[in-house]
């Protein structure tokens, strides 16, 4: 008997088709065994890539050292490139294991083998040693392209260890390791190394590599020598760029202190930004260098002749002083794109309010954005009742709602003008500003506001019908028989609405008399609204059925399945969130996702048993809702094998969306032990907003553990954690003490 | 920065908080892909990161309405592309920024070769059909108008204009035919004067004649069925470059397919990468580049 026959899992191994290897390396990654961990390591030299990716990851989750020795294998085999690859891809991601067998490929007499390992260098969490070795291996190095190689594994390791071998080689005059030597310096992105950096720019060979560095760098200490080359002519995007670098890090004191190095800064900028065919990249970093310069005309000029690559972004860089000078920039132009930037810069902010005068642009866009972030009270009544009567589908809603808010502080008769102005427009005629207004009366009470919306009902607008049956279903304003009627509008959506709103009132323990789950069995196979919004209702109205309502949900179609997982977090049923486990696994994504975020309200043992395992699935789109739902567990529920996982997750995390979930996750639920994954993250170039807000959410809860990390740290992990521990010590010292 | 909030299911539909607070709403950064998913699966469209506060702002009302980002993204999910709400998410999602005029080789090749030549092709009582296929605020499709005015061959002969775009705004807009300063950076003074108005607050409205052979319509390029009204040439520039591989593919196959016999298509520089696959002819004018069925 052959293997084969043996073992079907060793035939579609060695199937001449490749998509039955791929298959095979993905079912093998479940069969524990050496037998299949050989069958792996056969498949790394796969004439396909993708049966290679496949088995890669496979032998990822079960790197041990019979898998680091066949790596090491790989590594030597000059006769297939893509089994090399295979195997030091293998052996970056093996820890400490992996990083010893690469370590020792450095001494290997092929220049190649040498190549390959410092390219796979140094792995994760490199330590002081590791530079050491590499160091080593790049003063004992006489092949230059291996040389290269290794000067850059020094940078990748992000450690400060690392920038002294790196100057040197810069002394040593051999132009092509000194390139290398700058992007390696540029990677560990230490700001103190630019003042080693800037007599470099005096060499034509290297200046560009230099302003390349410089600009990773950020350093505010090139500001100046970058303003007075900027002010000297030199103009191409590569110094652009360093000298916009170093100004967004500069505090506001040192970039007054050089504008009078640049007398004409304004007309060198602006004939850049008016040369419409100049480089791109170098037009868009002269556009934000007139704003951060504070040159007088920058705001007008940006919106003038913009967008740049980066669109309107420029205006964000633009100082306070400035911000009446940037919104009559953007007043200027019937375009909303400029207004809305500038609305994007300052929502939610201190100084939205600022924004008020865009009410008055062309167009519905800006009106429609600037009603709904600058604070309702501030806003005339005549403008918000203006602005409803154009009857505008943007802005009619945003009109609405600010005159139904309840954070004007206005007086007793401005806020009946309000309501009286609501209630005109919904019991007028049809249209978005009808819709609108009885959204907007949802939140209000009385017998004329109950009356509107009764008088809605029967309109033949069925948006005007559906915003009726959505406000009648608040509070008790419209009776069951009243929203059940709707049950057999002729629109699907007055239809969803009514499903909707029996939900509703389902969730809030008002269980409408004589509606029973059942009820909505029937809409299942309605229109795709009203079959989400019935999937919905089923498993709100189900009671102590629900369980089992939601294994029968998940054979309906996807929306009417994800629909009614969703509705088991707002019911709070963890007996039904653990029927929902074994959705996580289903195929189609969006029901993975809802079934993982049905375990917010699980009970502790499901949760803790789930959640790591979504936090590890192949699709990110899962992973990610399960970082979202580890946040949103009862804070004594979170348990320490969830936060371990997401530790886990933090480390080997390579899709930037998901990375941003944990990294919110971090900050809600970090703990001590969250503190090293979160150090390797802080280790990167560039890190997303969220790994800084993790650090100051982890370096206020546990101060010891992340100063402790601070000293040990990475160049770039080093300073994160430095601004990190500062802002949470003023945090705690603003924080009012206990009486 | 400090940590983002957290976005957070409401307990439920009841009494929404967000309705009666002017806070605004945060559209987080896993709900937005939630965004970005769903319309890169309707429409095609690929919605960059940077966008992520464009969408904030614009759909802040409604996102309010529906309780918060994510339950509006629940209830635009089971709409369809053609529903208001829908329209709404296509409105903030799609930038309409162009002008007049924008690309004066591709209006040269236009007006002096091939409507020419597809005139001739129809005959005396033969219309030229035209289609501007993400036409945004219509400032392309009202330019054709003006250059064919220009050459004589209108009022003269029949010629139909469509200008199509995924925005119900930006086609509400372009029914106006009302543009600021802006728009008309490209335009000369002379043109100004001769083919626009003045309109209140400093505006241009273009002149009725002008106007009168464009028609708009709100859809996604991917809702054109393979068969319908031919055209003789589609203008479809700028648009490729931001949709999704298949969607560019798809969009390519049912473009060529609306195309006369001997109909052009013209495309954006960079869009023209995606058209070297497709069954089309690259076509060399004086001016510009076309694909010819």
Not at chain 1, 239 to 247: C, I, K, S, V
Not at chain 1, 344 to 349: C, E, I, Q, T
Not at chain 1, 404 to 412: I, M, R, Y
Request: hydrophobic share 45%; glycine share 8%; net charge negative.
């Amino acid at each position: 008997m052959t293997d084969s026959q043996r073992n079907p899992l060793a035939a579609r191994a060695a199937d001449p088709d490749s998509t039955e290897r791929w298959s095979a390396a993905l079912a093998l990654a479940k069969v524990p065994g050496e037998e299949s961990e050989d069958l792996l390591v056969g498949l790394l030299k796969d004439e396909d890539y993708r049966v290679r990716e496949r088995a890669v990851a496979s032998l990822g989750l079960r790197f041990n050292s019979r898998v680091a020795s066949a790596c090491a294998v790989a590594l030597a085999d000059d006769g297939n490139a893509g089994h090399r690859a295979a195997g030091l891809i293998l052996l970056a991601k093996g820890g400490e294991a992996g990083r010893a067998i690469l370590l020792g490929a450095l001494q290997h007499p092929s220049a190649d083998v040498r190549i390959s390992a410092a390219t796979a260098l140094p792995g994760p969490s490199p330590r002081a040693e590791t530079v050491s070795a590499i160091e080593a291996a790049v003063r004992r190095e006489g092949d230059p392209n291996a040389r290269a190689s290794l000067i850059l594994a020094l940078g990748r390791t992000g450690r400060r260890e690392a920038i002294s071998p790196l100057l040197a080689v810069l002394e040593e005059g051999n132009l092509w390791l000194q390139v290398h030597a700058l992007e390696a310096l540029g990677s560990i992105g230490d700001p103190e190394i630019a003042p080693r950096l800037l007599p470099l720019l005096g060499n034509d060979s290297l200046r560009q590599g230099t302003l390349h560095a410089l600009a990773r760098l950020r350093s505010a200490i090139a500001a100046e020598p970058l303003v007075r080359r900027a002010a000297g002519g030199e103009l191409d995007p590569f110094l652009l760029a360093a000298a916009r670098a170093a100004l967004e890090a500069a505090p506001a004191s040192t970039i007054a202190s050089l504008r009078p190095l640049w007398p004409d800064a304004r007309s060198r900028l602006l004939a850049l930004l008016e040369d419409a065919d100049g480089d791109g990249s170098g037009r868009t970093d002269a556009a934000h260098l007139m704003a951060l310069l504070d040159v007088p005309g920058a705001a007008l000029a940006i919106v003038t002749h913009g967008p740049f690559r980066d669109g309107y972004t420029a205006l964000r860089s633009l100082g306070r002083s400035r911000a009446e000078e940037a919104l009559l920039a953007v007043l200027q132009l019937a375009d909303p794109e400029p207004a809305l930037e500038l609305l994007g810069a300052l929502r939610g902010g201190p100084d939205a309010p600022t924004l008020l005068p865009l009410l008055v642009h062309p167009s519905p866009t800006v009106k429609a954005a600037v009603l709904s972030c600058v604070p309702a009270g501030l806003v005339r009544v005549s403008d918000l009742i203006d602005v409803l009567a154009e009857d505008d589908p943007e802005t009619s809603l945003a009109a609405a709602l600010a005159l139904a808010s309840d954070e004007t502080g206005a007086p007793l008769d401005q806020l009946r003008t309000r309501r009286r102005a609501l209630l005109d427009r919904a019991g007028g005629p049809d249209g978005p500003g009808r819709t609108a207004a009885l959204t907007a009366l949802s939140s209000a009470d009385g017998t004329d506001v109950d009356a509107a919306i009764r008088g809605a009902l029967v309109s033949a607008d069925p948006s005007v019908r559906e915003a009726a049956v959505l406000a009648g279903s608040m509070g008790r304003r419209l009776g069951e028989h009243e929203i059940v009627a709707r049950l057999s509008d002729e629109s699907p959506t007055v239809r969803a609405a009514a499903l909707r709103g029996l939900a509703l009132r389902a969730n809030r323990g008002d269980v409408p008399a004589g509606v029973t789950w059942r009820d909505g069995l029937v809409f299942l196979v309605d229109e795709a609204a009203a079959a989400a919004a019935a999937g919905a209702a089923v498993i709100a109205l189900g009671g102590p059925e629900r369980p089992r309502l939601v294994e029968e949900m998940l054979a309906q179609e996807p929306s009417v399945r994800v629909a009614a997982l969703e509705e088991i977090e707002r019911t709070g049923d963890a007996e039904a969130a653990r029927s929902a486990v074994a959705a996580i696994g289903h195929e189609d994504v969006e029901t993975a996702c809802a079934a993982v975020r049905a375990l917010a309200v699980a009970d502790a043992e499901t949760a803790a048993e789930a959640l790591p395992q979504a936090l590890a699935d192949e699709r990110p789109e899962v992973r990610s809702a399960a970082a979202e739902t580890v946040a949103r567990r009862p804070e004594s529920e979170r348990g320490t094998a969830i936060t371990a996982a997401v530790g886990e997750a933090l480390v080997s995390e390579g899709d930037r969306h998901v990375l941003r979930s944990l990294l919110l996750a971090v900050a809600e639920i970090g703990t001590e032990a969250t503190v090293e994954p979160l150090t390797l993250v802080l280790a990167q170039e560039a890190v997303p907003d969220e790994a800084e807000g993790a650090a100051e959410a982890l370096a206020l809860r546990h101060p010891d553990a992340c100063q402790a990390a601070w000293t040990t740290a990475p160049a770039r992990a080093e300073r994160r954690w430095a601004r990190a521990l500062s802002t949470a010590s003023r945090r705690r010292s603003r924080a009012p003490r206990p009486s | 920065m400090g940590p983002r909030p957290l976005h957070r299911l409401p307990p439920a539909l009841s009494r929404p908080e967000a309705l009666v607070t002017t806070r605004p709403l945060e559209l987080a950064e896993t709900v937005f892909r939630l965004y970005q998913d769903l319309l890169r699966r309707r429409t095609g469209f690929l919605v960059a990161d940077l966008q992520r506060s464009r969408l904030e702002s614009r759909l802040g009302a409604e996102a309010r309405s529906a309780g918060s980002f994510y339950q509006l993204y629940g209830r635009l999910r089971n709409e369809p592309t053609s529903s208001p709400l829908f329209g709404r998410l296509l409105d903030a999602a799609v930038n309409g920024e162009t002008c007049f005029f924008r690309d004066p080789a591709s209006i040269r090749a236009f007006s002096e070769e091939i409507a020419p030549e597809r005139l001739l092709a129809g005959g005396q009582d033969g219309v030229l059909d035209v289609w501007s296929a993400g036409c945004a605020t219509g400032e392309e499709a009202y330019g054709l108008s003006i250059v064919l005015h220009e050459r004589g061959i209108l009022p003269g002969r029949k010629v139909r204009i469509l200008g199509t775009d995924l925005s119900p705004a930006h086609v509400r807009r372009a029914r106006t035919a009302i543009y600021g300063p802006q728009a008309l950076r490209a335009t000369s003074p002379e043109r100004r004067r001769e083919h626009f108005e003045a309109a209140e607050g400093g505006l241009f409205r273009l002149k009725a004649s002008l106007a009168a052979p464009v028609l708009f319509e709100a859809r996604s390029l991917l809702d054109e069925p393979m068969t319908g009204p031919a055209f003789d040439v589609i203008l479809c520039r700028n648009v490729l470059i931001y949709l999704s591989e298949e969607a560019r593919v798809r969009v390519i196959e049912i473009l060529a397919s609306r195309l006369k016999p001997g109909g052009y298509i013209l495309l954006g520089a960079s869009d023209a990468l995606a058209a070297a696959a497709s069954p089309l002819t690259l076509v060399r004018f004086s001016h510009d580049v076309a694909y010819r069925r």
